[in-house]
Each structure stands twice: as C-alpha cells, then as structure tokens.
C-alpha cells in the first residue's frame, strides 16, 4: 500500500501495511506541497522497487482540508491508480488522525472522546468525534468555536483535542478540563492500518468520479496590492 496526504501544511507518504509501515517521508512545505509530494513518491517508489516489493492499492488523505492540497495529492494519486492499474483507497484525514494520535496514548479511558481538529482559518475548524475503539460518532464538520462548549458532557468524560485547529481551544472553555495537542501532525503511515482494512473490504472509490471532501466552497482571494493595482 502506497499512501498520500497533502491535506494539511504538513505533506508525507507511507509505504507498508495494516502491521508494519515500510518506509516513509514527511515534509513540513507549508504550502509547497506541489513540489514536494511527487520526489516523495518517487523515492518510495525507488524504495519498493529496491525491496523486490509490489503494491496492492493506493491511498489517499480524502480530507477536509487545505484545498489546493488535496487536489495536489488527489490529482498525483488518481495518476498513479490509473498508471499502475491499482485501486485507490481514500480515507478521512479526521480519521486518520484519530487512528495516529489513539497509537500514541499508552492509557485511555473507555468513555474517552477523541476530537482531531484541522485549522480551517479564524476560529473555525475541521473536526469530528470517535470513541476510544476509534468508533465514529458523528460526521466529518465545519465548526466555529464559540465560548460554549461544543459537547454537553465536557468535563463528565475526558476529550482529547488535538491537530493544528485545537490551538484555537486554549482558554476558550475555562472551567472546564480537557486535554490539547495542537502540536500534533497527521501523517501517511496513520493511514496504513485503515486503508488496509478498506481495501480488504473492497472499499474502493471510482476514479472517475470521486473528489476529495473539502466541507466548505473554494474561495478565492485577491492580494490586497492586486485590489490596488499596484
């Protein structure tokens, strides 16, 4: 399995399956994703083909997102399903997430809440909640914070936020105890386990057709010199 995700600043990709990832890179382009995830690929390509290995499928961080770069990593994934002949497996970035960051919790609750955040710009932000098995309980969303908790029972049970848009919670909700990880990066190998068990079920979208799941209309903005005609 061959996995992508450009969906947020952080750009990588992953070789390997639902028990062993294989080989993998990560680059924090911060917007160069263009340039970046193409030589990323090539090198695990190299790499696989230095092993003697084969791929199964194809894998991509389905979003939400940044725009541009999930159509960078759609466009390059759709390419390489087409080439090699292979499925493309495509997985919720929030879910992703959620898989990673569960990986890292040595302890966990069973009555936790695991709420990955992805920044969607002011105090808005991507998110969605799953349960300690990483059940999902709601639907990939748009939310904009507000001082009003966004769960009833904040406080009744631990909540673990994390991801680039949980910054925006810090002293939001005083009074109230929950756990933040805005330093924490999603990354291609999160992705292994789940795409695996997608592509066992023969869970495979049409390349045709199938477009990354950005949430919220593309807005174009204009440079302020531009407005100016400078």
Not at 45 to 71: K, M, N
Not at 117 to 141: H, K, N, P, Q
Not at 178 to 204: C, H, N, W
Request: include cysteine; proline fraction near 5%.
């Amino acid at each position: 399995m061959l996995a992508l995700d450009s969906s947020t600043a952080t750009a990588s990709v992953a070789l390997g399956t639902n028990e062993k990832t294989l080989y993998h890179l990560t680059s924090d382009s911060h917007g160069e994703h263009a340039a970046h995830l193409a030589p990323m690929v090539d090198q695990a390509l190299e790499h696989l083909r230095s092993e003697g290995l084969s791929l199964d499928a194809i894998a991509i961080a389905a979003g939400p997102g940044s725009y541009t770069g999930l159509r960078i990593a759609s466009s390059l994934a759709k390419g390489l399903a087409m080439g090699f002949g292979l499925p493309l497996v495509a997985i919720s970035t929030l879910e992703l997430m959620a898989s990673g960051y569960r990986a890292q919790l040595n302890e966990i609750a069973p009555e936790s809440r695991l709420c990955p955040m992805i920044d969607a710009r002011r105090m808005e932000v991507y998110t969605t909640t799953f349960d300690s098995s990483l059940g999902r309980l709601e639907a990939d969303r748009p939310v904009v914070l507000e001082g009003t908790p966004l769960y009833a029972d904040l406080g009744e049970r631990p909540y673990y936020f994390f991801g680039s848009g949980a910054a925006k919670l810090e002293g939001l909700w005083p009074g109230y105890s929950y756990s933040i990880a805005s330093d924490f990066v999603p990354k291609a190998q999160y992705m292994l386990p789940l795409a695996t068990e997608a592509y066992r079920r023969g869970d495979f979208v049409d390349l045709a057709y199938w477009n990354p799941s950005y949430l919220k209309e593309y807005v174009a903005t204009i440079a302020k010199n531009k407005v100016l005609g400078r």
